[in-house]
């Protein structure tokens, strides 16, 4: 009867989310933000209709437990499918532009991240600030309003059919390495959320089994019987991969860190480049994470929403909306002009460089598993990613049509008298 009410509870989440993709494709949105969107409200509306005695019978702790594993496990999925499509990112604008934007579209985020941090600290409750260390606290926040979403952003860029493009090609190219480096920022901020040296060295035990992990599995898979195998049999090779994903991730949690870090190494392990045969393996292996992915947002909107709406501020969801929306658009603009990029170009890079979506999320879970941040923290970055990752298509549609409407900027002659 457990496994039947299991499989029951997913099927409904599942359904959840084919919905929420069908109403982000009537309003012109990317499929993830409805997935995101309709998995996160899931939970709190049917506790809302059904109340909490009803709803612990629908969903009791057993089958919530069950999910969160389903969830973590897609989770762990995707992301070493992002990982991986981080490292083997193929786009290669012209180097100065590429600097110039990166370098707009993280420092100015990172400065608001720690603005908004510095907010939290002196205005709101301890509620909203948790007991997080403060270097590590600053830290969080800074990565959560620079971090971009390369697949979001790739997909948008696919159905725009700007992938080509100059603005598509540098923003694009640009959020990888602004991903890169707040995958490593968030490392160093978990590290320093344990606030003592014992509680560091640990976390560095975590890290340096990650490292070793990564290294031999990058060793195993690099030798010519495993690009054999992975010809011959790729459904039993994406397996196998997933099973050592899954194992890795969970043994760094084990250890003190979060997953996603142990699923970011094994990513980033795999082999890349041309002739590489793991391609297609890894990206059968990132649609199944994919496809399961809706479940970890069911079970962050009945663990994390419940409780959290009644401590956050509005000024703190206004705040927050502005200083990520400010940061990511100007710092684009004027990394982009820096950078010899035309008006319109510079525009289009500051609007696609505004979204987030799913990368987010997975940010925000870490720093909510190491207790950085707290539930109603959480809700408001959240609600910010997805409005300012929804921005995206009608700001891009908007710069589209005023690009095609030509200005008349000569003056009125005078009618002869």
């Known amino acids: 009867m457990h496994i039947v009410h299991l499989v029951v509870v997913l099927a409904a989440v599942f359904a959840a989310a084919q919905a929420g993709r069908i109403a982000a494709r009537r309003l012109r949105q990317p499929e993830v933000i409805g997935e995101i969107t309709a998995g996160l409200l899931a939970g709190p509306a049917v506790l809302a209709v059904l109340g909490h005695a009803r709803f612990d019978a629908v969903l009791p702790a057993p089958v919530l437990a069950d999910l969160k594993v389903v969830g973590q496990a897609g989770l762990i999925l995707f992301l070493v499918g992002l990982a991986h499509h981080l490292r083997a990112g193929s786009a290669r604008p012209a180097r100065t532009a590429l600097t110039w934007v990166t370098a707009g579209s993280l420092l100015l ?40 979403a390369v697949p979001v952003m790739a997909r948008i860029l696919s159905a725009r059919r700007m992938h080509e493009s100059a603005a598509g090609a540098l923003t694009l190219s640009s959020a990888i390495v602004i991903d890169a480096v707040g995958w490593l920022l968030l490392t160093l901020a978990l590290c320093l959320s344990s606030g003592s040296v014992a509680g560091f ?17 990058r060793t195993l898979l690099s030798t010519s019987a495993a690009r054999r195998f992975c010809i011959r049999a790729p459904r039993a090779a ?30 980033l392990s795999i082999p890349a480049g041309q002739g590489t045969p793991w391609a297609p393996v890894i990206a059968s292996v990132s649609r199944v994470g994919q496809a399961i992915v809706p479940v970890f947002f069911v079970v962050t909107g009945v663990t994390v929403f419940n409780k959290a709406f009644s401590a956050a501020s509005w000024q703190l969801f206004v705040l927050a909306i502005a200083l990520g929306v400010a940061g990511k658009t100007v710092g684009g603009y004027l990394g982009a002009r820096a950078g010899g990029q035309s008006v319109n170009e510079s525009r289009q890079v500051a609007v696609l460089m505004n979204t987030r979506g799913l990368t987010e999320l997975i940010a925000l879970q870490a720093g909510l598993t190491a207790g950085v941040l707290t539930a109603p923290l959480v809700l408001v970055l959240v609600v910010m990613a997805l409005v300012t990752t929804a921005m995206t298509g009608p700001l ?22």
């Open 109 to 148: 985020p990172l400065a608001c991240g720690a603005l908004l941090a510095v907010w939290v600290i002196t205005r709101e409750g301890e509620a909203v600030r948790g007991h997080a260390p403060t270097a590590s606290f600053v830290l969080m926040m800074a990565v959560a309003l620079c971090i971009s």
């Open 201 to 217: 060295l640990h976390s560095l035990l975590a890290l340096a089994f990650a490292a070793a992990a990564a290294l031999l599995l």
């Open 238 to 267: 994406g397996t196998l991969l997933a099973l050592a994903a899954i194992a890795v991730a969970l043994t760094v949690e084990h250890l003190g860190m979060t997953a996603i870090l142990g699923a970011a190494v094994v990513g």
């Open 396 to 417: 891009l549609s908007y710069l589209d049509h005023t690009a095609a409407v030509p200005v008349n900027l000569a003056l009125p002659q005078r009618a002869p008298v």
